[in-house]
């Protein structure tokens, strides 16, 4: 399908959508921290990368990655318009969270990422954790 609006405007008009986080995701890995009584997690500490969920004793950083915006090799793809530019921002989804491995790891952090295609596999999620 062809895009109604010039590129000018579809700039526009995606330039004024904000992220509002992945909460379908985090609602799901939510149900299987509680499912299992994992405890001592928190939300929306000030970390690199802001996780998903974070273990402050232990050190731990909790991702889930949604498999479109960071492209697993699994289910990602490409749209057909464009795939320039989308392969562009996916590779630099990917090379951000590699920074941002990086940059918690070397703050003594330990970073465990999910893809979104995993959360179905409850029990495998909680044993990893």
Not at 72 to 85: A, E, F, G, T, V
Request: glycine share 6%.
């Amino acid at each position: 399908m062809t895009d109604t609006f010039t590129r000018r405007k579809r700039s526009q008009v995606m330039a004024a959508i904000h992220s509002t986080g992945n909460k379908e995701t985090e609602l799901r890995l939510l149900a299987i921290l509680r499912k299992h009584r994992i405890a001592g997690w928190r939300r929306q500490l000030p970390l690199a990368g802001k996780p998903d969920f974070a273990f402050p004793r232990q050190r731990l950083a909790l991702f889930v990655d949604g498999c479109f915006w960071h492209g697993c090799p699994k289910h990602s793809r490409i749209p057909r318009s464009n795939q320039k530019y989308w392969r562009a921002k996916i590779a630099r989804n990917v090379a951000r969270d590699k920074r941002v491995r990086i940059m918690l790891n070397q703050a003594g952090w330990r970073v465990i990422r999910f893809w979104d295609h995993q959360l179905g596999m409850a029990s495998s999620v909680a044993a990893r954790i």
